[in-house]
């Protein structure tokens, strides 16, 4: 039997200040609900530049508490008045000091459900994560929303298969992968890993990155945001490379029984095999 949902993902260029940049989510979420999205995601770190091009710590100031802090109460609101389920990748202050790359998640209803904290941390020419973000304590939570269970993996940690599996055993039937990556090195890995990991975890994986060059570096985010269904295939077009834009498409969450029924891979799994993995 057939059981849709339409989801959404948001990629955009920097605007330059917080508040504008708020305020151009704020409208895409309104355009995702007009067409009908249940569930819409957004661009890590949505309403801030790609800071870690550079390590300053004036940018300790983009952090904010979650959920206590005003982004959140303001898509709380944004989420009840449209009905939509929200992910919100932000930047987290726990404490002063204390600070971590994370993703919110708010029911339709406008309630805070939770967060995930991104686990892998970079550290690498154009990518100074660890100067801003510990790594995440939060586990891999799978958050009970109006449109099913969902779960969050964040950019970098798309390249470790563990907490994608870790999704799937807790029930995940939708992960979003909110992401700032540029062109170079890794995006032969792009269309790549994300599908491999749909397929070998048989859930939907909608990934979303950034588009443009921002002023702290060069950088070029190329967006081509996707949802893709777990035997591999993309859900509609591929977004542009260089333009905002808003991906809206139909997820048939029945087709995870279908797959699930012919492939038997969480039947076939052999954990008690695996204890050299977690071997440091």
Known sequence: MSRVIRAALFQTAWTGDKESMIQVHEQAARDAAAQGAQVLCFQELFYGPYFCQVQDKAFYEYAERIPEGPTVGRFQSL???????????????????VLYNTAAVIDADGSYLGKYRKTHIPQVQGFWEKFYFRP???????????????????CYDRHFP???RALGLAGAEIVFNPSATSRGLSRYLWQLEQPAAAVANEYFVGAINR?????????DFYGTTYFVDPE???????????????????????????????WQFYRDRAPGAYTPLTAP
Do not use: C, H
């Not at 989420?79 to 000091?97: C, D, K, N, S, T």
């Not at 588009?211 to 950088?219: A, C, F, H, I, S």
């Open 211 to 219: 588009v443009g060059v921002e002023e702290l570096g060069d950088n």
């Open 79 to 97: 989420a009840r008045e449209l009905g939509i389920v929200l992910v919100l990748p932000m930047y987290e202050e726990e404490q002063p000091g």
């Open 232 to 262: 591999a295939q993309f859900v509609g077009e591929v977004a542009s490379d260089k333009e905002t834009e808003l991906v809206v498409r139909d997820l048939d969450l029945a087709k995870l029984r279908e797959v699930r029924d012919r």
């Open 162 to 164: 563990e907490g994608w």
């Open 136 to 154: 995440g304590n939060s586990g891999w939570p799978v958050f009970d929303t109006a449109v099913g269970r969902i779960g969050v993996y964040i």
